[in-house]
């Protein structure tokens, strides 16, 4: 009886401490710098492509971004 208390014990600290690590991972990859650096990835992938449907999305990504974050990304120009 007592190894079992311990056994839910261990679970349930090891389930608690998953929890709490994939909170702070998830936070610190939907931070303002880690979307401002996954949009500048997409901007220098779309100037290798000038695809004018990449251009439209990351034109509103930018915009959201620039609103959610204070962030002054200059607006991408679709030509």
């Known amino acids: 009886m007592i ?3 311990h056994n ?5 600290v090891i389930v ?3 929890i709490i690590t ?4 998830f936070q610190n990859f939907n931070s303002c ?6 949009i500048i990835d997409e901007i220098i992938a779309y100037e290798r492509t000038l ?3 990449s251009c439209i999305s990351l034109v509103e990504k930018i915009h959201q971004l620039n ?3 204070s962030s ?8």
Do not use: H, K, M, W
């Open 3 to 5: 190894l079992q208390r």
């Open 8 to 12: 839910y014990f261990t679970l349930s």
């Open 16 to 18: 608690g401490i998953v």
């Open 22 to 25: 994939s909170l702070i991972l």
């Open 33 to 38: 710098p880690a979307r401002q650096f996954e």
């Open 51 to 53: 695809d004018p449907n």
């Open 67 to 69: 609103s959610e974050c």
């Open 72 to 79: 002054d990304l200059e607006i991408v120009d679709c030509g």
